[in-house]
C-alpha cells in the first residue's frame, strides 16, 4: 500500500504561483509513477502532468506554465504552478500507479491523495 498526502494549496490571484507537494509514505520501493490530476466544481477529473524518473508529459494547458518534479530522497512529488489562471481553480490529487508509463486515465492509478483546494482569482 502506498499513501499520499498532497499539500500547498490556497488561494491565489491569477498570474501569481503555487507549488503543491505530494508526500507518499509506505511501500514505495520498486519504482512508481507519480501524476496530478485535478477537479473542477461539477466537472470530472482530468489529467494534469505525470513523471517517471526525469520523463514528464503536461496536459496541453498547462505546457509551460506548470513543471513537475519529485525529490526521491523525500519521497515526495511536487506541482510548480506559474502563472495561474481562474481556469485552473480546482481540487488537486496526487496519484501514482506501479506501471510507469504514462496514462491520462483515472483508473489505471492505484492510489490517490485526499486532494488539495487550489482557488485562484481573477
Known amino acids: 500500500q502506498v499513501q499520499l498526502v498532497e499539500s500547498g494549496g490556497g488561494l491565489v490571484q491569477a498570474g501569481g504561483s503555487l507549488r503543491l507537494s505530494c508526500a507518499a509514505s509506505?511501500?514505495?520501493?520498486?519504482?512508481?509513477?507519480m501524476a496530478w490530476f485535478r477537479q473542477a466544481p461539477g466537472k470530472e477529473r482530468l489529467f494534469v502532468a505525470h513523471?517517471?524518473?526525469?520523463?514528464?508529459y503536461y496536459e496541453d494547458s498547462v505546457k509551460g506554465r506548470f513543471t513537475i518534479s519529485r525529490d526521491n530522497a523525500k519521497n515526495t512529488v511536487y506541482l510548480q504552478m506559474n502563472s495561474l489562471k481562474p481556469d485552473d481553480t480546482a481540487v488537486y490529487y496526487c496519484?501514482?500507479?506501479?506501471?510507469?508509463?504514462?496514462?491520462?486515465?483515472?483508473?489505471?492509478?492505484?492510489?490517490w491523495g485526499q486532494g488539495t483546494q487550489v482557488t485562484v482569482s481573477s
Open positions: 509506505g511501500r514505495t520501493s520498486g519504482g512508481y509513477a
Open positions: 513523471m517517471y524518473w526525469s520523463n514528464t
Open positions: 496519484a501514482a500507479r506501479r506501471p510507469t508509463a504514462v496514462s491520462t486515465a483515472l483508473d489505471s492509478y492505484a492510489y
